[in-house]
């Protein structure tokens, strides 16, 4: 993980451990600067991602101060992290349907910029949150990018794993997002009844440098899940 990143992920640990509230003050940049014995521009990407999550607001020339926390069991449609991020109170698990290569479909060629006859991970789960389902889960993975994954792997985080074990740094996502009515299979498998509403989205990730490396389709459970969008700033 990047140093930048480290800090980022420092700063919210304290502001969640410390039940910091709406308007606390953070400590200023030569402060930070200090204690982590970084440059001025370190300390400036790991705000600008703090601020991107929605964890703090700067005002110019006052300083840096904590934002309303989330609330508990909303997923944010701007986070790109993976569930966990988000549901970290809760008790995130999965249930692995399969896991192997396969030639991709024609989206997940293009999204994923595979040449032909390459291949890539397709994994396929159940996210459950507190032992209730949230969603079905269909990830492409890039097999030079993600050279390996098993069943151990999927059923955990595998966004954990990959920046944890493979040290790849996930920069952005895109996200396209529709309500369907679900199919006799898909309902079946999020224990609802076809034709029940779903939310679908399909995320296209991306490297730090820019090169996509995850294509996923996720169909959520309506009653299960709660979704939440924030701004960074308001321009008029």
Do not use: W
Request: glycine residues 6%; contains cysteine.
């Amino acid at each position: 993980m990047l140093k930048y990143m480290e800090i980022a992920a420092d700063i919210e640990k304290t502001i969640v451990e410390d039940d910091l509230q709406q308007g606390t003050k953070l400590p200023k940049f030569e402060e930070l600067i200090r204690k982590y014995g970084v440059s001025k521009s370190t300390i400036v990407k790991a705000l600008n991602i703090l601020e991107g999550r929605g964890a703090i607001y700067q005002i110019q020339g006052s300083g840096v101060f904590v934002r309303r926390r989330n609330r508990l069991g909303y997923i944010s449609m701007i986070e790109n992290q993976g569930f966990t991020t988000n549901l970290d109170h809760f008790d995130i698990t999965a249930k692995v349907l399969s896991l192997e290569k396969v030639l991709p479909d024609l989206e997940v060629k293009e999204s994923l910029l595979c040449q032909e006859g390459e291949e890539v991970y397709r994994v396929k789960r159940i996210r459950y949150i507190n032992e209730q389902i949230l969603c079905v889960e269909e990830s492409f993975f890039k097999i030079d990018i993600v050279t390996y994954l098993n069943e151990e792997i999927a059923v955990s985080s595998i966004f954990n794993y990959l920046n944890e074990a493979l040290k790849l740094t996930i920069g952005f996502s895109d996200k396209y997002l529709h309500v369907i009515k679900l199919d006799e299979a898909n309902s079946s498998l999020l224990e609802l009844k076809p034709g029940d509403p779903g939310l679908f989205t399909e995320e296209l990730f991306y490297l730090s440098s820019g090169t996509p490396f995850d294509f996923s389709r996720t169909i959520y459970h309506y009653e299960h899940s709660q979704f939440f969008v924030q701004s960074s700033s308001l321009n008029h």
